[in-house]
Nanobody
């Protein structure tokens, strides 16, 4: 049984930092893609960042580029999202997603292309 588990959310002030963690188990994702998405109340799900294991490339939404960094531990099928200079508009439930195969750029930004999802972790940035 595949499990994707996130941790590390919380409450932080504007300008603060948080680090989210995600571990996938039950299946190998060593050649796949892992991503982070977020959803704020009343808004649609939004792509945040992705890591492609096969070539090590990372991808970011324009809204978080230069503030967020995705990294990974291939041996553990784990990815991390280091978030800095957080803003109130970053407030959302952040979810980790995993796909067993390499996703091309046009597909990895779309949540429906991922097979497995975590339960989500709340990030709240106070002004």
């Amino acid at each position: 049984q595949v499990q994707v588990v996130e941790s590390g959310g919380g409450l932080v002030q504007t300008g603060g930092s948080l680090r989210l963690s995600c571990e996938a188990s039950g299946r190998a994702f060593t050649r796949g893609t892992m991503g982070w998405f977020r959803q704020a109340p009343g808004k649609e799900q939004e792509f945040v960042a992705a890591l492609r294991w096969e070539d090590g490339l990372t991808f970011y939404a324009d809204s978080v580029k230069s503030r967020f960094t995705i990294s990974g531990d291939n041996a553990r099928d784990a990815v991390y999202l280091q978030m800095t200079n957080l803003k109130p508009e970053d407030t959302a439930v952040y979810s980790c997603a995993a796909h067993t195969e390499r996703l091309v750029i046009s597909l990895l930004r779309v949540g429906e292309n991922y097979d497995y999802w975590g339960q989500g972790t709340q990030v709240t940035v106070s002004s």
